[in-house]
């Protein structure tokens, strides 16, 4: 969205929503590159012959990515023209919970009797998907899934009753003697070996358990291709199509509008402001 004589709202927003202007790519790849940080410090902290001697420096830069990640979230609320539909919204929801954490550990100390407290840090963790926001390419494969969903699910019907017929009849040839207690048991051993996991600690005795046994390995192997190839296929027709932009709605927030498009292809509104 572009604005005639933009205000300190209109800028920010153009900045914090919108990646194709120069300030809104160094803003995002500064956001990128505090949210790996701030991971590494979370995963170090966690090795506690690490966080025994750098336990302080890790507590300063934690309390820093989480003033700096607040102010970007009050920021991205203060421009957002719907604010509400934002903070409610998935990316909303990620930045609440990236710095959610810090706060509620200093607020409730109290919490440390009810849960440990590594649980607060491993929600920090949930930092790691604010990354989605700023690629394209996580846009194209979430596109590339969306529209094989379909194909995706009619696929994984049909692994779930091979799964179940072999794993009954496995059930049936092996039985409890062998380590097949019962019909879940034995479908469990059937998506391990589809899967070709094969984590052992189930398996057949018999010659014709272990032929069974056989026919699943083989089959795992052009399974597992199926779901690669649907995406594949899907993302390689969208190759082709116009490259997305962050352009927004301003009314229904929306992004991937075409930097000569007039209107909003989801809500209709008006994507060139009034002057």
Request: charged share 15%; net charge neutral.
């Amino acid at each position: 969205m572009s604005f005639k004589n933009p205000t300190l709202k209109e800028q920010l927003f153009t900045i914090i929503f919108e990646a194709d202007t120069r300030l809104g790519q160094l803003f995002d790849k500064t956001l990128i590159y505090l949210i790996l940080l701030s991971l590494l410090v979370v995963i170090l902290d966690s090795v506690e012959s690490i966080a025994q001697h750098f336990h302080q420096p890790f507590m300063i830069l934690e309390w820093t990515f989480t003033i700096l990640f607040s102010a970007e979230y009050i920021a991205r609320l203060y421009c957002a023209p719907q604010r509400l539909k934002y903070a409610l919204s998935f990316y909303g929801i990620i930045d609440l919970v990236a710095v959610l954490p810090t706060y509620l550990a200093l607020i409730f100390p109290e919490l440390h009797a009810l849960i440990d407290v590594r649980v607060l840090r491993l929600i920090r963790i949930f930092r790691i998907f604010k990354l989605t926001e700023y690629f394209s390419e996580y846009n194209h494969l979430a596109g590339a899934l969306a529209a094989s969903r379909r194909k995706i699910f009619v696929f994984l019907s049909v692994v779930l009753m091979v799964v179940m017929v072999m794993g009954t009849l496995m059930y049936v040839v092996e039985g409890p003697e062998h380590g097949f207690t019962s019909i879940p048991v034995a479908i469990y051993w059937a998506i391990t070996t589809m899967t070709t996991v094969g984590f052992g600690d189930i398996t057949p005795k018999t010659d014709l358990g272990r032929l069974i046994s056989s026919i699943m390995m083989l089959m795992g192997w052009g399974t597992l291709a199926v779901p690669t190839g649907i995406v594949t296929a899907e993302m390689s027709v969208n190759r082709d199509r116009t490259p997305p932009t962050t352009r927004m709605c301003h009314s229904c927030m929306s992004e991937g509008h075409g930097h000569i498009d007039m209107y909003c292809r989801h809500c209709g509104v008006n994507l060139i402001p009034k002057e």
